[in-house]
């Protein structure tokens, strides 16, 4: 066992304070890593303060890491110390079920488990990114790019894969008009994945002053949500809706927007659940859909995407004394555009 310095909470709500915990002995298929970044998603906001049923206590959030390989078990093949590497969302699955045989371990049928505020298959709780150090099996590491900065890199881990999955999947590219709806973490990385697979982009967000940002993104239009014309004017508009947004929105607005056959494809996450009316679905075939993640292959694809494309989360790099003002800032949309830990200041 090796013990480790983290940030944790000791209950819903509760402020974070500086503890430690163990991480396992290497085990023959283990990869050992210093982290050097950690991302702060929503989720971990979501999972902190109890929005979702379940939390376990005390909580070391974090699944947007980054860092550097410092001992591999004896039959790692595909990582060595010194590597860059990240993690993301889930730290295990059954790699035997037909989704993991498919490379799409978030859907894997003995559950997967996540990197934080789960159990293991031994029945231990899982412990994130907010942390020095990690203990985790090969098959959920992933190589960073060289062309990608180690601390930019980190919210590729959950807000990348979580847009790009969806927009591939729904087939955002040329010819395509998609709105991404929300412009925080997931949303800006959203805008530049979209614009990048050639689709014709619209960002639809509360914000006023966001709309320069969103063009350098790759925006080709902007528009307030706020704004009651903004949903006339853009009445049966896009084949695809991106959700990102972090709580409840009112569904047949956004329906109203898409097109015949269009799909609103939601990620962000809200603890109460949606209502919508049959007919903003039956009058233009419309659909609605739902996205976890994404697969530990398409992860790796996502970063070479990213590394390829000059795809770069805006980060604000913040230290570990900082992440209590952290939440209670992106509770306020008071982030551009992800916030970071830099680890070496836990
Ligand atoms: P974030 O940085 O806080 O961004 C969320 C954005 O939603 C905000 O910037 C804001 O955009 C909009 N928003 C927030 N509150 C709102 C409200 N009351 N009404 C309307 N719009 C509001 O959060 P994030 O890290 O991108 O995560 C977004 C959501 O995705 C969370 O619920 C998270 O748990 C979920 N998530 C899901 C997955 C998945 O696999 N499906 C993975 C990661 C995260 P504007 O200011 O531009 O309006
Ligand atoms: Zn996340």
Known sequence: MCKTHVLSVSAAKAPFEKTTIERRPLRPDDVSIAIKFSGI?????HSAHGDWEGGIFPMVPGHEITGIVTAVGEKVTTFAVGDRVGVGCYVDSCGECEYCLQGEEQHCTKGYVATYNSLDYDGN?????YSQHIVVSQRFVVHIPEQLALDAASPLLCAGITTYAPLKRWQAGPGKKVAILGMGG???????????????VTVLSRA???ESEAKSFGADHYFSTG???????LANRFDLILNTVSASIDVDSYLSLLRVDGTLVNVGAPAEPSQYHAFSLILSRRSIAGSLVGGLPETQEMLNYAAEHGITPQIEIIRADQVDEAYERILRSDVRYRFVIDISTL
């Open 41 to 45: 998603c929503h989720s971990d906001i």
């Open 125 to 129: 709780p899982t412990y994130g990114g």
């Open 186 to 200: 997931l949303g800006h990385v959203a805008i530049q994945f979209a614009h990048a697979m050639g689709a014709e």
């Open 208 to 210: 006023k002053d966001k």
């Open 227 to 233: 704004d009651p014309e903004t949903f006339s004017k």
